[in-house]
C-alpha cells in the first residue's frame, strides 16, 4: 500500500515537471516566431532575401550572409519544432483522459511531420554546397555545384511536414474545446492559428505567384498561435504547480 502510494506520488510529480517544461517550451515558441518577425525587420534583410529567384542567387547570400541563407530556407522553423517538443508531450499527458485516441493522433502527427520537415530540410546542405560553388576551380565543377544545388532547393519545397505539424495543433485543440482542461479561447486559438497556417502552407506550395496573400494570410496565422502558445503554455505552467481539475471550471466561462 505504502508503494504503491509513493509510486503514485513520483508519477505525479513527473507529470508536474512536464507539464511545467511543456509551459516553458510554449513560452520559447514565442520568442522563436517574435525572433523571426524581429529579424525581417533588420536594416538590409529584406533586400538581401528579396530576390532569390536562381541557385546562384542562394550561393551568394550563403557567402555573404550564411544566417539569413539558413533562415531563409527554415532555420527558425526548424528550432521552432524542436522547442515545441516538450510542449507537445505535455498536451498529450493532459488530454488524453478526454480524449485520449485524439490526443495520439495530435503527438504523432506532430512527430511525424517533424520528421519529415527535419529530413527535407536543405538549408545546411545548401550552404555547405554554396562554398563548393565559391571555391569551384572551374566552369564545370561550378555547374555541377550549381545542379545539385537546383535539385536540394526542388527537395526542401516539400511544405508536408510542417503542414502535418500545424495538423496536429488543430487535433490538440479540437480536444481542448470539447474538454475541460484549457478554456475555450485557447482553443480557438489553436484552430485558427494552426488552421490558416495549412492554408498559408497550401498556398506557397500549389499557388503560382502566392507570397502575397500567403504572407497576409501567416501574418494573422501568427498572432493567433502565439496567442495559442501563450496561453496553452500559461495553462501547464499552473498544472505543473499543482492546479487541481476541480479548478478547470473558470476556463470555460
Not at 139 to 158: C, H, K, P, T, Y
Request: aromatic share 10%.
Amino acid at each position: 500500500m505504502v508503494s504503491q502510494t509513493q509510486d503514485g506520488l513520483a508519477e505525479g510529480l513527473s507529470t508536474q515537471i512536464l507539464y511545467k517544461a511543456g509551459g516553458v517550451a510554449f513560452f520559447l515558441a514565442v520568442l522563436v516566431a517574435l525572433s523571426e518577425i524581429a529579424i525581417q525587420f533588420l536594416p538590409g534583410v529584406s533586400e538581401a532575401t528579396q530576390h532569390l529567384e536562381t541557385v546562384t542567387d542562394w550561393f551568394r547570400l550563403f557567402e555573404e550572409h550564411w544566417f539569413l541563407g539558413l533562415r531563409s530556407l527554415g532555420l527558425l522553423n526548424l528550432i521552432g519544432a524542436a522547442v515545441l517538443t516538450p510542449a507537445v508531450l505535455a498536451l498529450y499527458f493532459a488530454l488524453r483522459r478526454e480524449g485520449e485516441a485524439w490526443a495520439a493522433l495530435g503527438a504523432v502527427l506532430f512527430f511525424v511531420g517533424m520528421a519529415v520537415y527535419f529530413a527535407s530540410n536543405r538549408g545546411f546542405a545548401m550552404w555547405a554546397l554554396s562554398g563548393q560553388w565559391a571555391s569551384a576551380a572551374s566552369d564545370a565543377q561550378r555547374a555541377m555545384a550549381e545542379a545539385a544545388g537546383q535539385a536540394m532547393l526542388v527537395e526542401g519545397s516539400n511544405r508536408l511536414g510542417l503542414a502535418l505539424i500545424d495538423a496536429a495543433g488543430v487535433v490538440f485543440s479540437a480536444v481542448m474545446l470539447s474538454g475541460r482542461v484549457f478554456g475555450r479561447a485557447t482553443a480557438f486559438a489553436g484552430i485558427v492559428g494552426n488552421g490558416l497556417m495549412i492554408v498559408f502552407e497550401s498556398v506557397m506550395a500549389f499557388v503560382a505567384n502566392g507570397r502575397g496573400i500567403g504572407m497576409r494570410i501567416v501574418m494573422l496565422a501568427g498572432i493567433c498561435l502565439m496567442a495559442w502558445y501563450l496561453l496553452a503554455g500559461a495553462r501547464l505552467l499552473r498544472m505543473g504547480a499543482g492546479q487541481t481539475a476541480a479548478d478547470n471550471s473558470a476556463l470555460r466561462d
